[in-house]
């Protein structure tokens, strides 16, 4: 495990040298999803603090393991939200990024109100590339497209109006190739969109760009990524048949 970590370490700060950025803007988060507590407690141990998953059951397994050490851990929800979950998700989750609608964005606010829980950290997840596979708010073509540019801008503004919700940014999933150089435009659109929406909605901080992960996380530094998703390059290949 502290193999694993130093090398990405090396890896983040490499990529964050070649963009004349801090270190310090890009925050790494270990994907975690199908290993077990005990892989998490051994990365915390060695010094790592995010730890995304992307399925609540799953999750809510884990931490309540982790219980001991809860405080100390930052708990990211990267995967597709279910409405019926959605009460879970903000009562476990530091950081929501899978936000892919406005009536999952209305569930959540509801119960945080309910629930009296501060305002929750979440970013909208996009389709940049158009991949059929991925989630997220079809952006594809976005710069071009003024019906969807429009379309995006009103879904925006009215999630920033929930009372409940704080947008902390946006997220993508690149699409999944050997050639992490030909996703670099999915990196770059998904900013100059972030930029947008952050011009638009001033009470919203739109900092983080939740961009990056094994195969790609070098280009998604590059292209501003803050907070970067890295699961197999610090934990291995993942075995599905173990679940
Ligand atoms: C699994 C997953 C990752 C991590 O992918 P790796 O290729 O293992 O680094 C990142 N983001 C999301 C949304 C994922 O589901």
């Known amino acids: 495990m502290h193999d694993a970590l130093t090398r990405i370490h090396h890896r983040l700060h490499?990529?964050?040298?070649?963009?004349?950025?801090?270190?310090?803007?890009?925050?790494?988060?270990?994907?975690?999803?199908?290993?077990?507590?005990?892989?998490?407690?051994?990365?915390?141990?060695a010094g790592l603090r995010d730890f995304g998953e992307n399925r609540v059951q799953e999750a809510e397994q884990k931490i309540l393991e982790l219980a001991d050490i809860r405080h100390a851990l930052t708990w990211h929800l990267i995967g597709h939200l279910q409405r019926n979950k959605a009460k879970r998700a903000v009562q476990l989750f530091d950081y929501i990024h899978s936000v892919d609608s406005f009536e999952l964005?209305?569930?959540?606010?509801?119960?945080c109100g309910e629930l009296a829980l501060p305002p929750k950290q979440i970013l909208l997840q996009y389709n940049v590339s158009g991949e059929a596979s991925?989630?997220?708010?079809?952006?594809?073509?976005?710069?071009?497209?003024?019906?969807?540019?429009a379309d995006?801008?009103?879904?925006?503004?009215?999630?920033?109006?929930?009372?409940?919700?704080?947008?902390?940014?946006?997220?993508?999933?690149?699409?999944?190739?050997?050639?992490?150089?030909?996703v670099r435009p999915v990196f770059v659109s998904l900013r100059n969109l972030r930029d947008a929406f952050a011009a638009l909605l001033p009470n919203h901080s739109f900092r983080e760009l939740s961009m990056g992960m094994s195969g790609d996380v070098?280009?998604?530094?590059?292209?501003?990524?803050?907070?970067?998703?890295?699961?197999?390059?610090?934990?291995?290949?993942?075995?599905?048949?173990?679940?």
């Open 134 to 149: 991925k989630e997220g708010f079809n952006a594809q073509g976005w710069e071009s497209s003024p019906t969807i540019r």
């Open 152 to 182: 995006l801008y009103d879904t925006v503004r009215r999630i920033g109006a929930l009372p409940h919700l704080h947008i902390a940014g946006v997220m993508t999933i690149a699409p999944y190739t050997d050639d992490a150089e030909s």
């Open 218 to 243: 070098d280009v998604a530094i590059a292209e501003g990524a803050t907070m970067v998703r890295v699961g197999r390059a610090l934990f291995g290949e993942r075995d599905y048949t173990q679940q």
């Open 14 to 45: 490499a990529a964050c040298h070649h963009a004349q950025r801090p270190i310090t803007s890009v925050r790494l988060i270990g994907v975690s999803k199908t290993h077990p507590a005990q892989t998490v407690r051994e990365a915390w141990q």
């Open 105 to 111: 964005a209305q569930t959540l606010s509801r119960h």
